[in-house]
């Protein structure tokens, strides 16, 4: 009864067994039972989202101010107009994420690793590190912008650029190294301490244990948050606009500016969502494998 | 007549192309002791996962007090409310005294009073001779005193079934007698027990009923005499003469 004879060998997910298994009448009822019970769940996921996006739409187009919000937000007129004005913004957004991500990591890491040395000869360092950390994490962002891009040009210093993305860029890079940082030491104190003493027990040097026992593990365990704060910094390098430089934010404000209508944010606020959704998607699928890695299953 | 309390019928389990349990039968009667042994690998640990639910079979039953616990529309939560499990490891959770990782299955699964999950806890220490170490933090504790808190913690839940996998592997020699003398204790108070072990000499002294797992399959079984003492299989004996050669018989 359990070895099913007349049932053929056909069902593609099972493994490739070289002792003639045969799956039992149970297994495929079990299997039967599964499917029907997918089945059963994505028709209940289908159906309240149905309703809840029913519900949401007819409450928002039944507002008593809607025709007017619509042609104030949602114009398909000025969308088209504003579109490829805040693509060019947007530009200007990318370069500065891009440029601005890469030199956080790396000075987040610094001060994260400064604050971590031991003994007495570090400690203007470290010191020096957790002032740092202090200061621009209580720093409000938009006031090191406005001092950085206002007060760097007044000092008129030779050789200094004036150039409002880059002193608005570097602003971004001082807060947010600090941020960075502390997200980078939480990840190394995780860490169990017997990894540094296995890693010290083979002979390498703390740096060394540091390099390739801890941060590897720590980094991997803060990528969600490094992430967060990523997409943060993303929608924060459109305060560089604040110094008169044109990005996405900025490019819908100036048509904004002229027709009185809205809709040009909101375009600005869809393309910076689209922006992020593929990272955020890329990020979680390298941790899934990451973890599928290292990691045996189980059905909990 | 004795009732019999976990059976597993032509249970199957395959970790991709690697099959690690093939068609496995068992039987575990009310109040008995059944061993698993067999080489590391041979699918032990596997087959106590697969009883806890932990995993889930490729193909075959298990029934737990005659219901079927495979079936997808079983309770699993229910399952393994009536399941008690020790880990090698201990996993003790690191953040709780040892009070609360003992109350917190009876409190927030079995709805008992605080006041009356912790008697009952200080009871169990006490009778396992941990009476004194109820405040303390799991991490500060010997390995042996952490696998005692853990076979306290599974039997908080007053299970029908206690399974233990490996549960001295991981402990000193000197550490091993405390841990097995608990389980020598509760054998004699009637629980029924399914034990994955290294432990020969414990094995044929405790259980009422031996397995040995070669490649997943369950080769030989029998009362602790035949399979020690006269085992019918040309691997078994191998098995055993290294157990033997090593010192551990």
Known sequence: MLDNPEVPHQDETLPSADDGYQPSARRLERERLHRARTRRAIAVAAASTLVTVGVLYLAVTHAPGWPRTRETFLNAHYARIALPQVLKGLWLNVRLLVCCGALILVFGMLLALARTLRGPVFFPLRALATAYVDFFRGLPLIICLLGVVFGVPALRLQGVTNNPVVLGGAALVLTYSAYVAEVFRAGIETVHPSQRAAARSLGLTGAQAMRYVVLPQAVRRVVPPLLNDLVSLQKDTGLVSIAGAVDAVYAAQIITGESFNYTPYVVAGLVFVALTIPMTRFTDWVTARMNRRQSQGGAV | ?249
């Not at chain 2, 042994?37 to 075959?60: F, H, M, Q, W």
């Not at chain 2, 008690?84 to 009073?113: C, E, K, W």
């Not at chain 2, 109820?134 to 029908?160: C, F, K, N």
């Open chain 2, 1 to 249: 007549m004795t009732q019999v309390v976990l059976r597993m019928e032509a249970v199957r389990k395959s970790y991709g192309p690697t099959v690690v349990l093939r068609d496995v039968d068992l039987e575990v009667p009310q109040h008995t002791v059944t061993a698993l042994i067999g080489a590391s690998g041979s699918g032990k640990s596997t087959l106590l996962r697969c009883a806890n639910l932990l995993e889930e079979v490729d193909d075959g039953a298990i029934f737990l007090d005659g219901e079927e616990i495979t079936d997808p529309r079983a309770d699993q939560n229910a399952v393994r409310r009536r399941i008690g499990v020790v880990f090698q490891a201990y996993n003790l959770f690191p953040h709780m005294t040892v009070l609360d990782n003992i109350t917190l299955a009876p409190r927030r699964v079995h709805r008992m009073s605080r006041a009356q999950a912790e008697e009952q806890a200080r009871e169990l220490l006490a009778r396992l001779g941990l009476a004194d170490k109820a405040g303390e933090y799991p991490d500060r504790l010997s390995g042996g005193q952490q696998q005692r808190v853990a076979i306290v913690r599974a039997l908080a839940g007053r299970p029908r079934l206690l399974l233990l996998d490996e549960i001295t592997a991981a402990l000193d020699p000197e550490l091993v007698g405390e841990v097995l003398s608990v389980v020598r204790d509760l054998k004699e108070q009637g629980m029924t027990m399914v034990i994955a072990t290294h432990e020969m000499g414990f094995a044929r002294d405790v259980a009422d009923q031996v397995c040995f797992l070669d490649g997943g399959v369950v080769l030989e079984r029998g009362a602790p005499q035949e399979v020690f003492g006269a085992p019918r299989e040309e691997r078994t004996r191998r098995f055993l003469r290294r157990i033997v050669e090593a010192g551990r018989l």
